[in-house]
């Protein structure tokens, strides 16, 4: 067993309504499916370029394959994959991912949201809930995240959750395509004291739910 895995984190209130973090689960597999075909246009410029087709990789049938290598990733203390609900609803996933302890004590942290909520702070939560947990019950020391510089808006939410801009990678991942430059930023435990959520509530941009 390992700290943080699986749990519950929340919740935060936003405008677009009550964030909360879960583990995924089987049962996640129609809406996750019918999200990420629905979202294709807004998420591929973004994200690693696949093999498949989009149809195929995010057909219902291709989530219990998924789902059950990420938990067991989760379960061997390497992984977190969060769905982001939102009043109770599947809006989108949030995942840290290669968490390394001995002298790194690091991980990366990535995230989507529907479109039908986006603009409404739900990224914004999520991540600082994300961050907290990993900073608390994981007891992570650093968590970095990268980000292509076209990508405002996720830029953005980075921003607002005080990430910390490290450096340019150049042609680091293949993503849509090609490999594509990304923007490095981090965060380290000793650049939140409280919490990174009790920072977004005393910036006006999330309340305690
Ligand atoms: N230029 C500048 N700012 C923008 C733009 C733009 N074109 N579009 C949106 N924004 C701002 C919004 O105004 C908002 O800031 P504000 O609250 O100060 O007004 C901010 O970006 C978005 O904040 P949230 O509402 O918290 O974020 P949302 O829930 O809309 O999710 C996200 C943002 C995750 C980027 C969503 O649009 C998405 O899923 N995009 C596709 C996938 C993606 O890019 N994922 C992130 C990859 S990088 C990573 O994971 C580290």
Known sequence: VHPGWPARVGPLRVRAGRVTLRPIRLRDAAVWSRLRIENREDLEPWEPTGQASWADRHHVTA?????????AEARRGRMLPMVIDVDGSFRGQITVGNIVRGALFSAWI???????????GVATAALALGLDHCFGPMGLHRVEATVRPENLAS???LQHVGFREEGLLRRYLDVDGQ???HLLVAMTVEEVPGSVSDRLVRAGRASWA
């Open 155 to 157: 830029r953005a939410v």
């Open 179 to 181: 490999w594509r430059d």
């Open 63 to 71: 989530w219990p394959g998924l789902c059950s290598s990420l938990r």
């Open 110 to 120: 990535g995230y989507w949201v529907d479109k039908s909520v986006s603009g409404h």
